[in-house]
């Protein structure tokens, strides 16, 4: 059984800072690109940053600058360090990864659970 469980959200007053963390768990080896989505009521969900296993990052233009995307290859856990938040950064954040079960040939696509980022005095 593979999980990606996700922590760290919360209510935050602008210009505030939170983390968040995302692990994946189960009999797998150790996930290629991972990535954090979010995605505010009305909107499509939208890519936030990424990182491949090596540490090469990309990220949405509105949030370069303020977030980091970082990982441990050891602890198969995806972090996003969000600083300066603005309350258009208010959505449901979703860490995402592309994972190979032991014994399986190829990786399949899994989503954490959410977790709700507020940003608002």
């Known amino acids: 059984q593979v999980q990606l469980v996700e922590s760290g959200g919360g209510l935050v007053q602008p210009g505030g800072s939170l983390r968040l963390s995302c692990a994946a768990s189960?009999?797998?080896?150790?996930?290629?690109?991972m990535a954090w989505f979010r995605q505010a009521p009305g909107n499509q969900r939208e890519l936030v940053a990424v990182?491949?296993?090596?540490?090469?990052?990309n990220y949405l233009n509105s949030v370069k600058g303020r977030f980091t995307i970082s990982r441990d290859n050891a602890k198969n856990t995806v972090y996003l360090q969000m600083n300066s938040l603005r309350p258009e950064d208010t959505a449901v954040y979703y860490c995402?990864?592309?994972?190979?079960?032991?014994?399986?040939?190829?990786?399949?696509?899994?989503w954490g659970q959410g977790t709700q980022v507020t940003v608002s005095s």
């Open positions: 990182i491949t296993r090596g540490g090469t990052t």
């Open positions: 995402n990864t592309q994972i190979r079960r032991v014994g399986d040939t190829y990786p399949n696509d899994y």
């Open positions: 189960g009999s797998i080896f150790s996930p290629n690109g």
